[in-house]
């Protein structure tokens, strides 16, 4: 019976095409693109979002008009 289960494998995978390389792929949907310009460059701007709490002030100096503030993203 094992011989047999190891005859269906192998019919399985001889038709099997290997898959395409990770490294391959992300270099080709990036080929071109240069991380040190922002996307839409002198085209339009690039929205950005932020969600942010401001949990605490503290350490809050008047005559410097200094403080830190605690901030959950």
Do not use: C, W
């Amino acid at each position: 019976m094992d011989e047999n289960r190891a005859k269906d494998v192998e019919e399985l995978f001889r038709g099997r095409i290997e898959a395409p390389n990770k490294t391959h792929i992300l270099d080709n949907i990036f080929k071109g693109y240069d991380n040190r310009v922002r996307p839409y460059y002198r085209e339009k701007p690039t929205p950005v979002s932020l969600y942010a709490v401001i949990d605490s002030f503290h350490d809050i100096k008047e005559d410097q008009m200094r403080m830190a503030i605690v901030i959950t993203i």
